[in-house]
């Protein structure tokens, strides 16, 4: 079928290295009608664009060995028999597998039946050698490049040249295998991404109206303004009606029973229930939802029923946005990938070149033998080795999977990493700045502490004197919509104090509002607002303590004073102290308020240092400042009035960034939840995630440089050079998905 908008997005299947990639990329977009062509090789998704039948591009993917899905078609690993139905229906599995038993029979029949042995090896060596010639003539034909599969190819041709059938044909089987087998194995790790699609239901039970009813039709309608000719009836209740999400509109309410993942972003419109947010922001806790709370696609609901009015569309909402950007991420290459990439575009010719020279100089210089003879192997058989363990593709696969599994692992707890780059910056950090509200604390104020003029009254509830003065305070704050304003009035609405109407309120700038309450001339705002001062060394204690004081006065007159605070997170002290843990970064808090309120905070959540009365330029020039002196800074802030410093820092952190679409586009690392204590798995992730990549690739280099040596020398095999390089690169392969493992990390792991 073609595309009715011109954009195909299908699965590919089979990918086992990044030039898998380019090679299908520069395929299809040969093919006729196809404008461009892209495909990601962290989530094996292809796009097509242009008008093209989807059965030509099929025909184009199956012929370089590749499978090809429907990108709406659920993961191919859900189950065993699925998974193990999916590995050998696909030929690109069992044709080496069928290679390796007509070589077994070869080898069985080698002592007694040479003519029917040379026979099996070379139809075993064309079952293996099958796919990997289509690959690299595409290579070849799409990118006039020398691949692995060229290689290996020249390898086992070779062989059989000089009567080595054994070995070329098993030599082609083996690499044919054992990409089948880092082909299966990548897959498990892009199920890891494609899964998290599974995670919204994909139909959703919605309240409807009765349209057009037919039973009714012609009937006076009740307000008697007319006859009933369609529409919503107006005498039918509501019904239920099971639909596809992506039928769902705007608006609409939909019903999520007890134990039911939620299927659509919303907000609660009835019922009350505890929700499991874990799949979205990594929080471990349910949290209590009621009348007006957000609810996301993906979560899990617990006891109670909700009636949700749905506030996204499938494709807009949060979970969608994740997984959108999460592959968006697998194709923003790592520093470490870009480099063997660079080096694999010199290497692999150079290894060529190199073993020319071996097969020819040797014999032509030195008279030493061409062909094996009986006192070892010959000049060419070493090359043919060397051509064997010069694939690169233990090398170049040694990045691009740690990347795939971290950031996988990374989204399943509520950490959304934009790239490879971000994920190895965030191992190399040294100085973390945080911002104050909202970051390290809740970013709530909440009245503290109040006291009349009448004495010490503290939080009483019984003192009709503190009561009338929070009373007339919320009066004039009812209107405001700044936090501390709405602290006010939320303390009031928490006493059930009845809260009347306030005239005439008006702001006094940087000092405070005022407004008339019942014929009373009612002020809040700082001390300097009025003459007597016999509150002010307790404001001055309260403002010690990191509190914001508002006097109340009555007619000029002092009644007392409120106390506004915003408490510090819960965990905020716990998430610094791993931050800097053992891991020389340093932390500094940089915030807008006064000096007074950011001490209090920084000596309670225990950060190494502040920096106060900061605008957002301040910010972002303390941030270059401190780069310049330690190394890379990561900035943790909301996303928006923090974003000059976020887009300054070497890595850009939101906090508390579920369903806001702005932090997700514009932050290098975003804390789905609002939890400070996902950073340092972050981090921890980072480092583990950078110690992998170089380890996998010096483990490559030195697995090939050893058996370069030992080729040139004559101690390796045909054999040994085929199981080595396969063994490689199943190995960088398992050792960067082992991040996936949720103890790769020890138990400190959220989530």
Known sequence: MTSSTGELQLVVTGMDCADCAITLEQSVVRLAGVQACSVNFGTGRMLVKGSVAEGTVRKSVTALGYGLVSSSTTGSYAGKYSQWVSVLSNPRNTLPLIGMVLIGLAFVAQA??????????????????????????????????????????????????????????????????????????LERARESIRSLSNLAPSAAMVLRHCMDCASHNGKMLPDSSGIYTGGPCPWCDTHMETVAVEDLELGEIILVRPGERIPMDGLVRSGESAVNQAPITGESIPIEKNTGARVFAGTVNGEGALEIEITDLAHENTLARVIHLVEEAQEQKSPAQRFVDRFARVYTPGVVG???????????????????????????????????????????????????????????????????????????????????????????????????????????????????????????????????????????????????????????????????????????????????????????????????????????????????????????????????????????????????????????????????????????????????????????????????????????????????????????????????????????????????????IWFALLIKCMFMIAAIVGAASLWMAVIADMGASLFVTLNGMRLLRKNSLGNRLPG
């Open 354 to 696: 190199l073993a020319i020279a071996v097969a020819a100089l040797p014999p032509i210089l030195f008279g030493q033998p061409f062909l094996d003879s009986t006192t070892g192997h010959g000049w060419l058989y070493r090359s043919l080795t060397m051509l064997v363990i010069a694939c690169p593709c233990a090398l170049v696969i040694a990045t691009p999977v740690t990347v795939i599994s971290a950031i996988s692992a990374a989204a399943r707890r509520g950490v959304l990493i934009k790239g490879g780059a971000y994920l190895e910056m965030l191992g190399q950090v040294r100085v973390v700045a945080l911002d104050k509200t909202g970051t390290l604390t809740y970013g709530r104020p909440q009245l503290v502490s109040l006291e009349c003029r009448g004495g010490n009254c503290s939080m009483r509830t019984d003192c009709a004197d503190c009561n009338r003065m929070l009373t007339l305070a919320a009066a004039v704050e009812l209107s405001s919509s700044h936090p501390l304003a709405q602290a006010v009035v939320q303390a009031a609405q928490q006493r059930g104090l009845l809260i009347p109407r306030a005239i005439d309120v008006c702001s006094l700038p940087g000092r405070g509002v005022k407004g008339n309450v019942n014929g009373t001339a009612v002020v809040i705002g700082s001390h300097e607002l009025f003459r007597d001062v016999e509150f002010l060394e307790r404001v001055r204690e309260a403002e010690r303590l990191g509190q914001t004081v508002m006097l109340v006065g009555e007619n000029d007159t002092a009644m007392g004073y409120l106390a506004v605070s915003d408490p510090p997170r819960a965990n905020s002290g716990e998430a610094l102290a791993a931050i800097s843990d053992g891991n020389s970064v340093q932390t500094i808090m940089l915030t807008g308020d006064n000096a007074s309120v950011a001490a209090a905070v920084a000596e309670t959540v225990g950060v190494q240092q502040f920096q106060a009365g900061m605008m957002p330029d301040d910010k972002m020039a303390a941030v270059r400042a401190l780069a310049a002196e330690h190394g890379a800074v990561a900035m943790v802030g909301d996303g928006v009035n923090d974003t000059p410093a976020l887009a300054a820092a070497d890595v850009g952190i939101a906090m508390g960034s579920a369903g806001t679409a702005q932090a997700l586009e514009t932050a290098d690392v975003a804390l789905m939840g609002d939890d400070l204590a996902a950073l340092p798995f972050a981090m921890r992730l980072g480092r583990l995630s950078v110690r992998i990549m170089r380890f996998n």
């Open 112 to 185: 007694s039946y040479s003519y029917l042995a040379g026979i099996l090896f070379a139809i075993g060596a064309l079952s293996g050698i099958y796919f990997p010639a289509r690959a690299g003539f595409a290579a070849l034909k799409s990118r006039r490049a020398l691949d692995m599969n060229i290689l290996m190819i020249t390898a086992a041709l070779g062989a059989f040249a000089i009567g080595e059938y054994a070995e070329g044909a098993t030599v082609i089987v083996l690499f044919s295998l054992g990409e089948a087998l880092e082909g299966f194995t």
